[in-house]
């Protein structure tokens, strides 16, 4: 499949699965004969049922395995008797064949006691058959080895059969190995998630909005553009009076005139905050409330006021990530009212239902209300976890804990490949089944690697920070036979070095005193000439992340004074905060002064 420019092949995968036949469920009910009648079974039971015949087979083929091998091993000994104790000697005289039987039989007697079995007529048959070719040129430490040997594969084939279970599993496991060779599986089997639709639906169509008379709908093309959407889609609408509706996309839908806000709406969303100041009723005060919106009714009026009639918005804001904005709050001049200006922050307001009525702002009347600074999110970061078995994110606690995300926290992706790169954590992400490192990006941290360069095939060593964070990159060398071998994202990483050669000792590196940090393309240092065999991670080295102060910034002040006193100039970098800096600097100089008096030897007096 060919995507347009600037659609996620992720969401494509998933929405194939949700809207297509790509994944059905089906019950399917065999037909086995057994006993010769006919059995319906589900695919557990079939499956038990041929399985259990496979390990039936497989003791049957490892009992004659164990007769043959018996077999053999009993002519081999009998072979060796008859020719290392040289009775082929007795039956040179005799003239019949029963003579013949009966000799070999008699000189066999005192040596048959350590035998699996007693000796047959058949087995005297086949020892009159050797060739006396064989019997001049026997060997017998030969014979020993080759009797040994097939003690050897008899106790293995006794151990096969005390342990069938596992020689059942090591066969079907052994059947990939043996057979598999040249017809890999070209697809993937991975288990899914419930895929929820709307999540993973394309939005090919554009939503308008008439806000004066109230229509909403993907026809309108002549009135206000909002947003791209889908068929399936909700949205939701506020309105001037205070009221609010969640309804599906249509053509065309009336939802009552004064729109103020309109959007898809996003079911059992908790990020996203609407920050609102209403004027309750005709003549009430104003009321401030923070709330979101999780689940509610379609086509359902909501009354978000204290309900009284007559009641209008005076300023709302939708917040997808929970920002709280400061806002400044302008009445109307009337006698008696000393403050007619303040400012108000929407973080101190806790999140609440949609129902609650919300904190008197004021009883006066209210002449405008004016953004002062926009907001950041007040919503703690989003604890985000990876499933493994389903390779996929998820906010439900199932798998490892990758950290907690911020709207501007990225996730950095290593692949055995050596390419990397850094994504907003979308829960709706595909990963590749060669990803080494998944974790949380921190842009300080540097990332060290251990590779073995195919072109100059030397292994080499490096240490680099990412520069670019929105561009896939690959931190070795292109070459085909280029492989990587180790990589870290410890601050002082450690490793072992296995060389081919035996003569060699396994050496310890610390990365981080063996080169340091450069660009993502650059080489590295070579590591060694010798040919490695094998690169094992060690224990990385403690390490403390400095903590990182705010700094206040000062601008340079110059004093003038009297005496040659010399200031150094305070630098941008310094860690002092200053509250006052005239005052500040008052105090510095006295200090100074007092100093120079006392030591008239120091031409310059440090601040610090």
Avoid at 240 to 260: E, L
Avoid at 521 to 526: F, R, Y
Avoid at 568 to 592: G, H, Q, V, W
Wanted: include cysteine; proline fraction near 3%.
């Amino acid at each position: 499949m060919h995507l347009p420019s600037g659609i996620s092949p992720d969401k494509t995968i998933d929405a194939l699965y949700a809207f297509t036949n790509c994944e059905s469920s089906i019950s399917p009910l065999g037909c086995i004969i057994e006993d010769h009648k006919p059995i319906f079974i589900g695919v557990s039971e079939m499956l038990k049922h041929s399985t259990q015949h496979t390990v039936d087979l497989l003791k049957q083929e490892l009992e004659i395995q164990l007769d043959e091998l018996e077999e053999q091993w009993h002519f081999a000994s009998l072979e060796r008797i008859f020719i290392e104790n040289r009775i082929y000697r007795d039956i040179e005289e005799v003239a019949t064949w029963k003579g013949v039987i009966k000799a070999i039989d008699d000189g066999l007697k005192p040596f048959v006691k350590n035998l699996k079995r007693e000796v047959t007529e058949e087995d005297i048959v086949r020892l009159t058959e050797i060739r006396i070719k064989k019997i001049s040129k026997f060997d017998i430490d030969k014979a020993k080895q080759h009797i040994e040997s097939l003690e050897e594969k008899i106790a293995a084939v006794k151990n096969n059969l005390n342990n069938l279970i596992e020689y059942a599993i090591d066969y079907f496991k052994n059947l990939k190995t043996k057979y598999g060779k040249g017809k890999e599986r070209k697809t993937e089997i991975r288990a899914f998630e419930d895929i929820v639709a709307s999540k993973v639906v394309i939005r090919n169509t554009k939503l308008y909005v008439n806000r004066e008379e109230g229509f909403v709908g993907t026809s309108l093309r002549k009135d206000e553009y909002v947003t791209d959407c889908s068929d399936i889609d909700n949205i939701i609408v506020f309105r001037k009076d205070g009221k609010m509706m969640v309804t599906k996309v249509d053509s065309k839908t009336f939802v009552g005139k004064d729109i103020i806000h309109v959007a898809v709406f996003k079911k059992s969303d908790k990020r996203t905050v609407y920050n609102m100041i209403y004027r309750d009723g005709k003549k009430g005060s104003s009321l401030m409330k923070r709330f979101n919106v999780t689940g509610v009714s379609r086509d359902k009026e909501y009354d978000l006021t204290a309900g009284n009639k007559d009641s209008i918005v005076h300023y709302f804001t939708a917040n997808p990530n929970g920002e709280a904005e400061i806002v400044t709050v302008n009445l109307r001049a009337i006698a008696g009212i000393k403050k007619l200006k303040w400012d108000l922050d929407f973080s101190e307001l806790i999140i609440k239902g949609r129902g609650t009525k919300g904190n008197r702002l004021t009883k006066y009347n209210v002449k405008k209300i004016e953004l002062k600074e926009k907001g950041i999110s007040t919503l703690k970061p989003r604890k985000i976890w990876f499933d493994d078995t389903v390779q996929r994110l998820n906010v439900d606690e199932r798998g490892d804990l990758l950290g907690e995300f911020t709207a501007k926290d990225r996730l950095l992706i290593i692949s055995q490949k050596g390419v990397l790169k850094t994504i907003a954590p979308e829960l709706s992400t595909h990963f590749d089944d060669d990803m080494i490192v998944l974790e949380k990006w921190i842009p300080n941290k540097p990332i060290s690697a251990i590779y073995y360069d195919g072109e100059k095939e030397r292994t080499y060593i490096k240490r680099f920070m990412i520069d670019n964070p929105n561009k896939e990159e690959i931190f070795i060398s292109e070459h085909p036979k280029s492989q990587l071998e180790l990589v870290s994202t410890d601050y002082r990483p450690m490793s072992e070095i296995v060389f081919s050669k035996r003569s060699l000792e396994n050496m310890e590196v610390n990365l981080e005193e063996f080169i340091s940090i450069k660009g993502i393309k650059s080489l590295g240092n070579q590591l060694t000439s010798e040919k490695v065999k094998q690169v094992n991670h060690l224990d990385s080295l403690p390490y403390e992340e400095p903590e990182i102060d705010e700094v206040e910034v000062i601008e340079e002040e110059v004093v003038e004074d009297a005496l040659p006193l010399q200031i150094p100039t305070i630098e941008k970098s310094s860690t002092i905060e200053f509250k006052n800096k005239k005052d500040t600097a008052r105090k510095a100089l006295e200090e100074a002064i007092k100093k120079k008096k006392s030591d008239d030897t120091d031409n310059q007096t440090t601040l610090f």
